[in-house]
């Protein structure tokens, strides 16, 4: 028996002996593949992944690199097939894996599939908000709204600097009919990107949305449409307050005010209304959003805040820096103590 049990560890220290050398070898070829797959060369860097698996098809890392870049390549079969021996394995690279064959099964035309997929990498790992991201970003496609929000809310208190889930969130609440919770979302992702190639449209949505449901009239009287919605709105009143500043924007008293002021006296008004509107109130909306801007309008914020997120127009944010270089500092200042109170 004793005899056994040494012929049992030898073959035991020769096996970790045989990976230990493999080991660098497999890692070599993924590093190679996973250079070739950033120069977009995907065909030579699903061959470099292949040698990597013919020495240890389980190696999760491999596995995860060849199915993200099936995914890439449009091989969605494959990418799904290469996701599924990562989970099996369920060590590193698990969740990543998850988002993978979510997204191949998405863009087979498989949106339930995805969504279950999502969903079960969940269940598995809580606190990763991509996965979340992508299930809102699954749910948006088939015009399930609440779902999609309650996916993003997940998401933002997982990492609330994740400009995409901002920016998902805003298109979502303007699609659901709910303009006020839109258009805080849309601040909150100018904010985080002020300067990417959709901002500019961020930004404009965001202007027509302050808005939005007033019209002028042929004798110049300006009219406000309000829909029959905002009864049931916990935001009601402050759109209200929208459509009344936005109509107050043509006033004597806003005559020779450029564009930039009323965009920063309107959104002033904006945040303290919301504080107001606070008291008591709980939730993401009022506790994540809510509370942030109603502190910043009260430490006189709002036109450091205003400026930045409107990089994107031009010059005018140049120009205002170069004498207002302590307000932005301030500002940077307070938005970082802020985010560590959280």
């Not at 064959?101 to 035309?109: N, Y």
């Not at 609330?160 to 709910?178: E, G, R, W």
């Not at 509370?291 to 031009?314: M, P, R, V, W």
């Amino acid at each position: 028996m004793k005899k056994h049990i040494g012929i049992i560890l030898i073959f035991s220290l020769l096996l970790s002996g045989v990976y230990a050398q493999k080991a660098p070898l497999i890692d070599d070829f993924i590093n190679q593949g996973i250079k070739l797959y950033d120069k977009g060369d995907y065909a030579d860097a699903i061959f470099r992944y292949k040698k990597a698996l013919l020495m240890d098809s389980r190696s999760s890392r491999a596995n995860y690199e060849i199915a993200s870049t099936y995914l890439a390549a449009k091989d969605y079969e494959n990418a799904v097939k290469h996701s599924d021996l990562v989970i099996e394995v369920n060590q590193e690279y698990t969740d990543q894996a998850y988002i993978v064959k979510g997204s191949a099964q998405d863009l087979m035309g498989k949106p339930l599939d995805a969504v279950k997929t999502y969903k079960k990498g969940i269940e598995k790992i809580k606190t990763n908000n991509l996965l979340f991201y992508n299930l809102a970003l699954t749910h948006f496609k088939l015009k399930d709204y609440k779902e999609t929000e309650e996916a993003l809310q997940q998401a933002l208190t997982i990492d609330p600097y994740h400009a995409s889930s901002h920016f998902l969130l805003a298109l979502n609440m303007l699609f659901a009919n709910q303009r006020v919770k839109g258009i805080l979302a849309l601040y909150n992702y100018l904010l985080l990107e002020p300067k990417q190639a959709r901002t500019a449209s961020a930004l404009q949505t965001l202007e027509e949305e302050m808005q939005k449901g007033v019209t002028k009239a042929e004798d110049k009287t300006t009219n406000i449409t309000i829909p029959e919605k905002r009864e049931k709105d916990e935001f009601s009143s402050a759109e209200l307050l929208l459509d009344l500043l936005a109509s107050s924007n043509s006033n004597e008293t806003n005559k020779g005010k450029s564009a930039q002021e009323l965009f920063i006296e309107n959104s002033n008004s904006l945040f303290n209304m919301l504080g107001e509107l606070k008291k008591d109130k709980k939730g993401f909306w009022w506790d994540f959003y809510v509370d942030y801007f109603y502190t910043l309008a009260s430490n006189k914020h709002t036109e450091a805040f205003c400026y930045y997120i409107t990089q994107s127009k031009g010059d005018a944010y140049d120009i205002w820096l170069k004498d207002n270089m302590p307000k932005i500092e301030a500002f940077s200042t307070w938005y970082t103590g802020y985010l560590h109170k959280l």
